[in-house]
């Protein structure tokens, strides 16, 4: 079927490794930093960005055709603008505690860079099912990156993972402790910065051979 053409699944498939929002292109490095210290948040966070980016690439795909060019961006910044409201309710509504933990960086996903550059780059220029697989892509590949992150930083800052603790307390008492660095900001640049370096030197790698 041509809805899952070797093409449309590259689209879906390539910002999950290949073309990666934050690996390859480095953007939305500043909420990836902030919502890292924990694997909950990281998770829900990576979430309301996918269905953000999905959601508004199909809209602005279907009125690409009607949007004024001079007023595109302002469009892009309503339509994506009301899309993270919506999710900021939802989040309210039924995780609180998570809303509270990720504070304003919801309402900061109207200016991650990769919304608005899937917007005007992809959706602009191509059919709803397509943006709709680039916006999920690219959604889950910015994701995966920060439930890396934040999972590492959990499980080594505090012994759990989404709130359970895993390091069993005979290892405390024979004297582990937590790493206190996990749960400061220049870990996270740290270790995005060794997922970024492991990414590249693979695919580099695997280029020359």
């Not at 024979?174 to 749960?183: H, P, R, V």
């Amino acid at each position: 079927m041509d809805l899952f053409s070797k093409q449309n699944k590259q689209v879906f498939l390539n910002p999950l490794n290949l073309d990666n929002p934050i690996m390859v292109q480095v953007l939305g490095i500043c909420s990836a930093l902030a919502v890292t210290a924990q694997l909950k948040p990281s998770i829900v966070m990576g979430l309301a960005v996918t269905v953000i980016t999905a959601f508004s690439n199909v809209i602005i795909s279907i009125l690409r055709n009607t949007i004024p060019n001079r007023i595109r961006i302002i469009v892009q910044l309503v339509v994506v603008a009301a899309l993270v409201t919506i999710v900021s309710q939802i989040l309210k509504a039924y995780s609180y505690d998570v809303s509270v933990q990720l504070s304003v960086y919801v309402g900061l996903i109207i200016t991650n860079c990769i919304l608005m550059g899937r917007l005007e780059a992809f959706a602009m220029i191509n059919k709803p099912w397509p943006s709709l697989l680039d916006g999920l892509g690219n959604g889950l590949g910015y994701a995966l990156i920060l439930v890396i992150v934040g999972g590492v930083r959990e499980f080594f800052g505090r012994g759990s993972l989404l709130g359970f603790k895993i390091i069993p307390d005979s290892f405390y008492d024979a004297g582990y402790m937590d790493n206190g660095l996990m749960s400061m900001p220049a870990m996270a640049l740290i270790l995005l910065g060794c997922v970024i370096w492991v990414h590249r030197a693979y695919f580099e790698k695997e280029d020359k051979n």
